[in-house]
């Protein structure tokens, strides 16, 4: 039986269909397949990155903590240091004044540091000089907050005083260096005969 035109382009029809269909659903499955491909890889990606900057973050903490560290110990050494001076300015004081009685004057916030200083200094002093001191800290005249640093030391009537303030120190090194200074500035004088 031999198939007529229109049962052939309905076969034909019927292939075409089955061939779109067939088509469809591939497209479907390449799409679910990218799509799950893409998922796959975004996720992969987010966790790269977020591990990345966990990583970043944690080493950021660590080198803020290395720096707290490094601070504090900076912080320590600095208040070690006032602690020394403040020794050796009290030392140099009572040696200059090689007195039984002393009074001493410092700022009003410096007094605790002053007292141990003190305190301290009382056993190495008998010890070198081999003679006894009575130190006590004036509690109504303190230095006046502007000064830096230091200290004023008195005999017992208040009529010799070693000054050992920071700026006291200061006025001392710039006289010493005028010369230096002045030379350094002007060029030298010709008509100077004593350089000292």
């Given at each position: 039986?031999?198939?007529?035109?229109?049962?052939?382009?309905?076969?034909?029809?019927?292939?075409?269909?089955?061939?779109?269909?067939?088509?469809?659903?591939?497209?479907?499955?390449?799409?679910?397949?990218?799509?799950?491909?893409?998922?796959?890889?975004?996720?992969?990606?987010?966790q790269t990155q977020r591990v990345k900057i966990m990583q970043y973050y944690e080493k950021k903490e660590k080198q803020i903590e290395?720096?707290?560290?490094?601070?504090?110990?900076?912080?320590?050494?600095?208040?070690?240091?006032?602690?020394?001076?403040?020794?050796?300015?009290?030392?140099?004081?009572?040696?200059?004044?090689?007195?039984?009685?002393?009074t001493v004057r410092c700022r009003q916030q410096d007094v605790e540091m002053v007292q141990a200083a003190i305190d301290k200094n009382?056993?190495?002093?008998?010890?070198?000089?081999?003679?006894?001191?009575?130190?006590?800290?004036?509690?109504?005249?303190?230095?006046?907050?502007?000064?830096?640093?230091?200290?004023?030391?008195?005999?017992?009537?208040?009529?010799?005083?070693?000054?050992?303030?920071?700026?006291?120190?200061?006025?001392?090194?710039?006289?010493?260096?005028?010369?230096?200074?002045?030379?350094?500035?002007?060029?030298?004088?010709?008509?100077?005969?004593?350089?000292?």
């Open positions: 039986m031999a198939l007529t035109d229109a049962d052939v382009q309905k076969q034909i029809k019927h292939m075409m269909g089955f061939i779109e269909q067939e088509a469809k659903e591939k497209v479907e499955e390449i799409d679910a397949k990218a799509e799950e491909e893409f998922n796959i890889e975004k996720g992969r990606l987010v290395q720096h707290k560290k490094i601070q504090m110990s900076n912080l320590l050494n600095q208040a070690r240091l006032r602690v020394l001076k403040a020794r050796e300015d009290m030392i140099m004081g009572f040696y200059q004044l090689l007195e039984p009685k002393v009382i056993p190495i002093y008998k010890d070198a000089v081999k003679s006894n001191i009575v130190v006590r800290i004036d509690p109504e005249r303190f230095l006046s907050s502007e000064i830096c640093g230091g200290v004023e030391v008195y005999n017992a009537n208040g009529k010799i005083k070693v000054s050992n303030t920071l700026e006291n120190r200061l006025e001392l090194i710039a006289q010493q260096m005028m010369p230096e200074i002045r030379v350094n500035l002007f060029g030298a004088n010709p008509n100077r005969r004593f350089m000292d």
